[in-house]
């Protein structure tokens, strides 16, 4: 009874949102999760009551010359504790919090997250950490791309679904329409034509993304292939009502009808082949070979975009080498992030997200077009709501991109985050940052002193690396933040990345 209870009411949500689409009404938002945020007047029941939130506190504003006789260590003002609880200050030992989103419009004018440290310093803890905490808030968790299914234990302690691409496992068509589809019979004929479009739209965009992978063109599309990529897509939305899947491309550009012919502007069967034979065979690669059986054939496991968080699982793909792997990181980015942006755009989410883009280094080396998608993705972050963290090693990252123009793309990623986490870093890596983004010289000497275990004299014991757990928060030009983050028992369970670097009988 209490589950049938339960079904009806996500029902009655969901015809709330739908009635909602497109009407410009407002559909209330979002609201704090009530299983782990008490209402104002605390939880009911025997033994609770009223929890307060955390008192702010009350900031008081003088000169130098008026507040030196109070506090004679004058440093830059600490960030409210409001959002998420890292650790304390390295300095005065006052807790430091973190909230990215809850800042927008007050110390920030995004909730961009640019994280960067060297492996092992503590990036994906940070990210879980922030993850746990917001998943709290009532924002929705996505993992678009785990590439070591790092994140699936703590997805599924979330509620979440964890959707395990490989052979053999769970597949993803990257023509998917998702729920756009499913609501086409509920609207208008003017506005059902309009989301065909869209559709088509989105699907011609991916293909594009997924031919300049090295698997593909190994290259943007030039002009006469996109447009026939394109036109395939809309023959075959007229003609069949399933999600096509690449090989439906495929058979249509080889079979070649009269109405491509028109489109290409040629006369002759030979002036079609040239025209079409690389793309043709481009799309065959991404259905063949190390790609053969993961993007090529119906989904088989949809996101369930009503699950409190979402990771694609990439772990598998590991074996089949760097290329596949960010190929498959491209096809699920871009997939996963679709999804999402398809539910809002016929009213069925509202819900705020928090969008984790790890091993962003691996994702750059697919070509040009996940810098396209991930620019698309940081644009309107603010607008949505999304706290989006980027995740990566070293700008380096950035300029392994093959045009200037890809490389400028990429470097704005950075700009657009208002919120810098620096970890471990080398003095070299600090320069390049400080080259975007200015570090004083004494944030760069702390920030590398966390980078080399020698520097602490006591190498040969069992001491914790300088740089493990460390994190300098500068939120726009003003100071950083230097904090320590010690994980919690459960925390150092969940989140432990290093399970091979054990030794028998070690705890992490």
Request: glycine share 10%; net charge neutral; aromatic share 4%.
């Amino acid at each position: 009874m209490a589950r049938l209870k339960k079904q009806s009411a996500a029902e009655a949500e969901r015809s709330r949102l739908v009635e909602g689409a497109g009407t410009g009404r407002d559909s209330s938002a979002w609201r704090l999760n009530p299983k782990y945020i008490a209402p104002r007047r605390g939880w009911r029941g025997a033994g609770s009551g009223r929890s307060a939130h955390t008192d702010p506190g009350a900031v008081y504003l003088g000169t130098t010359k008026q507040v030196s006789g109070l506090y004679p260590f004058i440093l830059g003002a600490s960030l409210p504790p409001e959002g998420v609880p890292i650790g304390p200050d390295l300095l005065t030992n006052e807790l430091v919090c973190f909230d990215p989103a809850g800042w927008v419009g007050r110390l920030t004018q995004n909730p961009g997250v640019w994280v960067m440290a060297q492996p092992g310093a503590g990036k994906s803890a940070l990210a879980k950490r922030v993850s746990n905490v917001y998943a709290s808030y009532g924002h929705k968790i996505m993992i678009p791309g785990d590439v070591k299914g790092e994140y699936a234990s703590l997805v599924e302690s979330l509620g979440g679904q964890v959707v395990r691409i490989g052979r053999g496992l769970d597949r993803l068509n990257p023509l998917d329409s998702g729920p756009l589809k499913r609501q086409l019979p509920y609207l208008p004929r003017e506005r059902q034509d309009a989301l065909r479009e869209e559709i088509t739209g989105r699907r011609s965009e991916l293909l594009h993304a997924l031919l300049a992978t090295p698997h593909g063109l190994d290259r943007r599309p030039t002009a006469p292939e996109a447009n026939v990529v394109g036109h395939v897509l809309a023959l075959i939305a007229d003609q069949q009502d399933d999600d096509p899947v690449i090989p439906d491309v495929v058979k249509v550009l080889r079979e070649g009808p009269q109405t491509l012919w028109s489109q290409l502007m040629v006369d002759t069967a030979e002036d079609y082949r040239d025209q079409v034979r690389a793309v043709t065979l481009a799309l065959e690669n991404l259905c063949r070979g190390p790609l053969s059986g993961l993007f090529d054939r119906p989904t088989t496991r949809p996101l369930d975009l009503e699950a409190s968080a979402l990771s694609v699982d990439l772990s598998a793909l590991l074996s089949a080498g760097p290329q596949v792997v960010a190929t498959g990181m491209l096809a699920t980015w871009a997939y996963s992030y679709g999804q999402v942006d398809s539910a809002r755009a016929v009213g069925l989410m509202d819900t705020p997200l928090v969008l984790i883009l790890d091993e962003m280094w691996r994702a750059l080396r697919s070509g040009p077009g996940l810098v396209d998608a991930m620019d698309s993705m940081t644009r309107l972050n603010r607008s949505k709501n999304e706290v989006t963290l980027m995740i990566t090693h070293s700008l380096l990252d950035l300029e392994a991109l093959p045009t200037e123009e890809d490389r400028n793309k990429a470097r704005g990623l950075m700009d657009r985050c208002d919120s810098l986490v620096l970890g471990a870093l080398s003095s070299g890596e600090l320069e390049r940052v400080n080259a975007q983004r200015p570090l004083t010289g004494e944030e760069q000497k702390l920030v590398a002193s966390w980078s080399a275990p020698a520097l602490t004299g006591v190498d040969g014991t069992s001491q914790r690396h300088p740089g493990r757990g460390k994190y300098l928060i500068k939120i726009g030009t003003r100071a950083g933040s230097p904090a320590r983050m010690d994980l919690t028992t459960d925390e150092v369970k969940a989140y432990w990345t290093d399970p091979a670097m054990s030794r028998a009988g070690e705890d992490a």
